[in-house]
């Protein structure tokens, strides 16, 4: 039996063969790249890290980066009643910061009739302002 051993730039440059290709991901504490998550459940809370591998020498390293919990509970009793969950930094900034938004902006919706019409207005501007960047 023939093994074939590729060098990466051999493996780089051939054509993906209906591979995913993924977004690279950033790590959130060191701001660089890192090659997959892992998650762990202790006493019941989901923890989520980040793990950069690489090779030295023919030896394989892994460094962890916490990311913090799936959810957090602190802080999450204030923000219930506005329907806002806070979530860990496994969840990628993009699909938290839009959940937020969602959440905000339902509240808000939900509960109109505690603004007055100069509070509303000021909210409405500020969205404005913000799709007009957009």
């Known amino acids: 039996m023939t093994a074939t051993v590729e060098t990466e730039s051999e493996r780089e440059a051939r054509p993906d063969e209906g591979r995913v290709v993924r977004p ?6 060191c701001g660089a790249p890192y090659s997959y998550t892992e998650r762990r459940i202790v006493h019941g809370i989901e923890y989520h890290y980040a793990v950069h591998e690489k090779r030295e020498n023919g030896r394989r390293t892994r460094t962890r980066h916490y990311l913090g919990p799936a959810t957090y509970t602190a802080g999450q009793a204030t923000h219930m009643a506005l329907g806002v969950e806070w979530e860990g930094a496994a969840t990628p900034d ?8 969602r959440a905000v902006l339902g509240a808000i919706a939900r509960r109109r009739d505690e603004f007055d019409e100069a ?3 000021e909210i409405r501007r500020e969205l404005e302002r913000a799709l007009d960047e957009l």
């Open 24 to 29: 690279m991901r950033i790590c959130p504490r």
């Open 94 to 101: 993009p699909a938290r910061l839009h959940a937020y938004l």
């Open 119 to 121: 509070g509303l207005d």
